[in-house]
């Protein structure tokens, strides 16, 4: 088997030169055969149809090349010498090579050369005139076909290799769309919490002298806190390897808008001075839900990082067919620095799910010196848009 498999290599690189080869070599031993077919002894005229051959069979080894050049001396050489078999080569090839305006007028000009030189030999005309187009139709007609199926066959390979080429893109795009999502998603469910965290030990960092029941107070809101944090990890590590949701939803148990009073709470027991007003109908819809807890938590975070001790405003309101409205606005903090450094992809990202939804997200500091996170997102009118999923508690 290795052994065929590296004949069929040297046959496949070295096949149209063997073809070459066999071309000529059958158009030789066609000349010579008609050469020397008269029964007489070697004439002028024999002599003439010899060289004439030699040359047209010679010049086919150029037929890939220049193919209506070759045709052209093949036909030259039927208008003289009555020499058929170098034509209907070269028309082979031409028509393999191309089908236009070129074959169409070589064509014509070999059933010409081969009308006119029967009719010079004294042959019958009209017999060659109803022949000819058979003779030199097969040679073309072979020809068109073997050169439409081969350029069917480099169509398909083309199509199969940009098919291939088409989908390591869009695998290579959904790598990297499923890695951004992940990590999206990490940074919403463990940011929040390990910024809690950081807020606890700082405080009991800056006041050392605080007595033991704060002390305790802290150290349990810490370990909760640590302990939801991991628990959030652990299922969002669990539920990667049969995650089949086009947004990630299943990344993380589901946030609602009901769940903002929650999130809020978290940041007063971390000392931070949060005022919240939520103002939503009962039956908002899921994803609505989500990406404003999103926004929230997102915003909240950043004060937990940047502003721990500011005052802070969180206003959520909307209705079906005016749409979902959340503002978060912070006072000019008093203390400079952060508790844990930022990457700036928090915002980013926010923005990205946001506009997703078909809303609109716009950030950036207040006149007097704070910074204001506002977020508009859509609410059709509606009532099959509008109607919620349900998650049974015992999934959360």
């Known amino acids: 088997m290795r052994r065929l498999r590296r004949w069929y290599a040297w046959w496949v690189r070295h096949a149209p030169r063997l073809r070459d080869f066999l071309y000529v070599g059958f158009s030789l031993l066609t000349i010579v055969l008609q050469a020397a077919s008269g029964d007489g002894g070697w004439d002028i005229k024999d002599w003439y149809v010899l060289a004439a051959g030699g040359v047209a069979s010679v010049a086919l080894f150029w037929r890939r090349r220049f193919p209506a050049v070759v045709t052209a001396i093949g036909v030259l050489a039927m208008l003289t010498a ?90 290579e795009q959904a790598r990297l769309g499923e890695r951004a999502r992940i990590a999206q998603e990490m940074h919403d469910v463990l940011a929040h919490k390990v910024s809690l965290i950081a807020l ?74 949060v005022a919240g007003e939520f103002n939503l109908p009962d039956d908002v819809p899921v994803s609505i839900g989500r990406t404003v807890y999103r926004v929230v938590q997102e915003s909240l975070t950043n004060v937990h990082k940047h502003a721990r001790g500011a005052s802070t405003e969180v206003l959520v309101y909307g209705d079906r067919g005016d749409g979902v409205t959340v503002r978060v606005t912070n006072v000019r903090p008093v203390a400079a620095g952060s508790l844990l450094p930022g990457a700036g992809a928090g915002l980013v990202g926010l923005r990205e799910r946001v506009q997703l939804a078909g809303g609109r997200l716009s950030t950036g500091p207040t006149p007097e010196g704070g910074w204001r996170v506002e977020g508009w997102l859509p609410w059709p009118d509606s009532r099959e848009s509008a109607e919620p999923v349900h998650v049974d508690e015992g999934e959360r």
Request: net charge negative; aromatic share 6%; no cysteine.
């Open 82 to 171: 009555g020499l058929v078999v170098p034509m209907g080569l070269a028309l082979l090839t031409l028509a393999i090579r191309r089908r236009d305006l070129v074959l169409a007028i070589l064509g014509l000009s070999a059933y010409a050369a081969y009308v006119l030189n029967i009719w010079s030999e004294g042959g019958g005309f009209w017999v060659s005139v109803f022949s000819g187009p058979f003779l030199i139709g097969s040679w073309i007609a072979a020809g068109a076909y073997i050169g439409a199926r081969r350029d069917l066959m480099v169509s398909l390979r083309d199509r199969a290799e940009r098919a291939e080429a088409e989908r390591e893109l869009r695998s």
């Open 200 to 273: 606890h030990a700082g405080g009991l960092e800056v006041n050392p002298a605080v007595g033991p029941d704060k002390v305790e107070g802290s150290a349990r809101l810490i370990r909760e806190t640590a302990r939801q944090a991991m628990e959030d990890l652990r299922e969002v590590l669990g539920v990667l390897r049969s995650d089949v949701s086009v947004d990630g939803a299943d990344l993380t148990p589901v946030p609602r808008a009901a769940d903002l009073e929650r999130l809020v709470m978290a940041s007063r027991d971390a000392g931070v001075s």
